[in-house]
């Protein structure tokens, strides 16, 4: 095993670039055998190669024994979407008063954009780019959070139609990572609460139609209700841990 930090930060980051490198190439796997990228069957296979790749760059430094703990993948399951229901619930109450339901959503789309994004980038942002450098290379929550929080955003530029809307769905993009690393920590590692919030909140994203959800930066109604799911989850949090006589932020911020 690696005991230089240094070292294991340098590892960090270049696993970081060696997952991405894979994420942006992977439809040569569906290309090679013919089968339609966007098929359940061909985004099945893609979602499942990256899952594995991801295995396998964190077992390099990670005991086999130790693996699925460390992505936070041992998680309560059932505790992690309950949590999630809970804070997003007032997407799902509001949602339809304000807009329509989406009628031209297919099946493949929401397996697409809400059940394997949720999943695909949790597991990559958070449990893999972020957990080496804050769990492995144990550096700051800044430093950890920083690389894959820049890349999050920048992966949600394309939904800009102009600089200024790229900004906002960057800058948006941007803090959920910031919100779901925090979660991520705050809840013990247990991925699947990040998992359920990010796969909830896509699901309203795209379940409804309405000013703004074809996009992450949103619109005026979508944004202040998802602040207030924010918000809820925050509350929730801080309960948890007062009730259990802990406190928030109870890491390393700054060091490096």
């Known amino acids: 095993m690696i005991q230089s930090k240094t070292a294991r930060i340098l590892y960090s980051i270049i696993a970081s670039i060696i997952i991405i490198f894979f994420w942006r190439n992977i439809g040569f796997v569906t290309t090679l055998f013919d089968i339609p990228s966007n098929s359940i069957l061909g985004l099945s296979i893609k979602a499942l190669l990256l899952s594995l790749v991801t295995l396998i760059l964190t077992i390099v430094v990670i005991r086999p024994k130790e693996l699925f703990s460390f992505l936070g993948l041992s998680g309560n399951i059932l505790k992690g979407f309950g949590i999630a229901l809970l804070c997003v619930l007032p997407l799902y109450l509001v949602f339809p008063f304000f807009g329509n339901l989406n009628t031209e959503l297919t099946f493949s789309v929401f397996y697409d954009r809400c059940i394997l994004t949720g999943f695909k980038e949790e597991l990559v942002f958070r449990a893999f780019m972020f957990g080496l450098l804050f769990r492995y290379a144990k550096t700051g929550f800044f430093w950890a959070v920083i690389l894959p929080a820049l890349y999050f955003g920048s992966v949600h530029l394309y939904q800009g139609h102009d600089a200024l809307s790229a900004l906002a769905a960057f800058g948006v993009t941007f803090i959920g990572a910031l919100y779901f690393s925090w ?44 602040i207030i799911s924010i918000a809820l989850a925050i509350a929730i949090t801080i309960y948890y841990h007062k009730k259990r006589g802990g406190k928030i932020f109870d890491y390393p911020i700054w060091e490096f």
């Open 183 to 226: 979660i991520y920590v705050e809840w013990n590692f247990n991925i699947w609460i990040p998992i359920g919030l990010h796969t909830l909140m896509n699901g309203a994203w795209h379940v409804f139609t309405m000013e703004g959800t074809e996009v992450a930066a949103g619109g005026l109604v979508s944004n202040i209700v998802r």
